[in-house]
Nanobody, 122 residues
Framework: QVQLVESGGGLVQAGGSLSLSCTAS????????MGWYRQAPGKQRELVAV???????NYADSVKGRFTISRDIAKNTVYLLMNSLKPEDTGVYYC????????????????WGQGTQVTVSS
């Protein structure tokens, strides 16, 4: 079993900054991709920023230049630094990881964190 635990988030005024972190733990053989998604009220969940299996990063166009994803591979942790926040960044932010689980067959599964609320006031 694998768990993703997120921290950070909260309430901030427009133009402010917040940081999120997410740590994966459990029966992890390897992680082939990890990052952040968000879901605003009444909208579908969308990609915010991720590390791909090859180690490159992908950002949503709406956050490029404002958000930065980083990671500590040894700690199975990803971070999201969010600057110049806008009200439209409000939503529940979810961590996602594609994890190869320890076992006789080394299968990959996608896991989600519980989500953390980010609210940006205007």
């Amino acid at each position: 079993q694998v768990q993703l635990v997120e921290s950070g988030g909260g309430l901030v005024q427009a133009g402010g900054s917040l940081s999120l972190s997410c740590t994966a733990s459990g029966s992890i053989f390897s992680i082939n991709g990890m990052g952040w998604y968000r879901q605003a009220p009444g909208k579908q969940r969308e990609l915010v920023a991720v590390f791909t299996s090859g180690g490159s990063t992908n950002y949503a166009d709406s956050v490029k230049g404002r958000f930065t994803i980083s990671r500590d591979i040894a700690k199975n942790t990803v971070y999201l630094l969010m600057n110049s926040l806008k009200p439209e960044d409000t939503g529940v932010y979810y961590c996602n990881a594609d994890v190869v689980v320890v076992g006789p067959r080394l299968l990959q599964y996608s896991y989600w964190g519980q989500g953390t609320q980010v609210t940006v006031s205007s």
